[in-house]
């Protein structure tokens, strides 16, 4: 599994991004999949997952409401809509795979993308 991450970019606050987590691999569809986010000096912090099927999706409170996962495993691809951006949504954002249950403990988690930067101003 390699996932890369794409759609990151600067937005002013009640933007919109749609962020990509793409997989080149054949086993993708059997994974699931979740974001992740981190500021500088702070531990990478859980924002949604979405189980191999597409039909479980989580979020974080933070941004349950304004954010909304998807995947299309014809396209080998998880994406995860963002509107309503604030300030305190910018981070770098990961995607990662894994094939055990779901969690929002980042330690659990397998496969992981390279980041994308997403900066929103005030």
């Known amino acids: 599994v390699q996932l890369v991450e794409s759609g990151g970019g600067s937005v002013q606050t009640g933007g919109s991004l749609r962020l990509s987590c793409a997989d080149s691999g054949r086993t993708f569809s059997s994974y699931n999949i979740g974001w992740f986010r981190q500021v500088p000096g702070k531990e990478r912090e859980f924002v949604s997952a979405?189980?191999?099927?597409?039909?479980?999706?989580y979020y974080s409170d933070s941004v349950k409401g304004r954010f909304t996962i998807s995947r299309d495993n014809a396209e080998n691809t998880v994406y995860l809509h963002m509107n309503s951006l604030k300030p305190e949504d910018t981070a770098v954002y990961y995607c990662a795979a894994s094939d055990f249950k779901h969690s929002e403990y980042d330690s659990e988690w397998i496969y992981w993308g390279q980041g994308t930067q997403v900066t929103v101003s005030s």
């Open positions: 979405i189980n191999w099927s597409g039909d479980t999706t």
